[in-house]
């Protein structure tokens, strides 16, 4: 089996930062990539950022510049620096691991942005 445990979320008032973390572990010997993504209340999923296991990252254009993705190969977690947080960003952020053929996906941590 494979866990992915996720922290780092809470409230935080607009303006302020947050560092999201996610640590994969089990039966996971290879890990392709790994991403954040966060779903809002009424919302679909949406992609944050993701990083390769050789560094690369991709955002999309609409989270460039604020959203800041990072990964640590030998304990197998990634994570997400968010800056000058709004009260749009308020969300369920999702950690995401690709090995192989198979995706597998964090229960999620909240962040609530207060104005």
């Known amino acids: 089996q494979v866990q992915l445990v996720e922290s780092g979320g809470g409230l935080v008032q607009a303006g302020g930062s947050l560092r999201l973390s996610c640590a994969a572990s089990?039966?996971?010997?290879?890990?392709?990539?790994m991403g954040w993504y966060r779903q809002a209340p009424g919302k679909q999923r949406e992609l944050v950022a993701t990083i390769t296991n050789s560094g690369s990252t991709n955002y999309p254009d609409s989270m460039k510049g604020r959203f800041t993705i990072s990964g640590d190969n030998a304990k197998k977690t990634v994570y997400l620096q968010i800056d000058n947080l709004k009260p749009e960003d308020t969300a369920v952020y999702y950690c995401?691991?690709?090995?192989?053929?198979?995706?597998?996906w964090g229960q999620g941590t909240q962040v609530t942005v207060s104005s």
């Open positions: 089990g039966s996971i010997l290879v890990i392709n990539a």
């Open positions: 995401r691991v690709l090995s192989g053929y198979s995706s597998y």
